[in-house]
């Protein structure tokens, strides 16, 4: 008898069995990224799970407490869409000078990083204002965006989303210089804007960041806390 064999075959079996689990492992499938799954209605974009209980926030790119907001309740909400536990809505509505332009943009951002380009929007709220005031500051610049307001809506964007630095931003999310520039060129994109921030309007919305839960709209008065509090766990 081999003295040694019974040791050898228990090695043997645990080799085995490492390689089986770890195969198994390998083989399984990753959990599913709901944040990628996007729908454009008239009204904006909804991100995640279909059956999943619904968060809609009326919001403008440039609005302070809607930054407030997203600083605050970003991280989580996120984690939520991603996991399938919550959908997410972001309607467009129209208030300072960058949120034509910025929505314009969101909507030609593939729909994968869609939702990742309005958090990185709202993330560098402060810097893309900086910039606009900066251009106030230039005689010349202020000429060029005063005269593209008077142009209309679609030269004006242009303008803005080169003052603010969202080209660059865009770009870093897949959409290159000459297609933005295309993208904010279009007439269709900007009716589909001039549309969704109507259709706020028409639906009682005077103000951001406005939010629903489940088809209520909630209190302007409410915090981030009790938002938080609202969402699943």
Known sequence: ADPGGGMRFGKAVLAALALLFATSAAA?????DHRLSVIESAEGWTFGKANAPLLAEYASYGCPHCGQFAAAT???IDRLVRAGKLR???RPFLIF?????????????????RLDFIKALMAQQSAIQASLQAADRDERLRSA?????????????AAIAKAAGLLPLAESFGLMRPQANACLSSAANHDWVTEADMAARLGGITGTPTYSWKGNR???TITP???LALLPL
Do not use: N
């Not at 399984?28 to 599913?32: H, Q």
């Not at 960058?98 to 030609?108: E, I, N, S, W």
């Not at 965006?145 to 964007?157: I, Y």
């Open 28 to 32: 399984a499938p990753a959990a599913p």
């Open 74 to 76: 970003t991280e989580r």
């Open 88 to 90: 997410f809505a972001w």
């Open 97 to 113: 000078p960058q949120d034509r332009a910025a929505a314009v943009l969101t909507r030609c951002i593939a729909a994968p990083r």
């Open 145 to 157: 965006l005063f005269e593209a307001e008077l142009r209309g809506p679609v030269d004006h964007s």
């Open 218 to 220: 909630l209190a302007r």
């Open 225 to 227: 806390d009790e938002l």
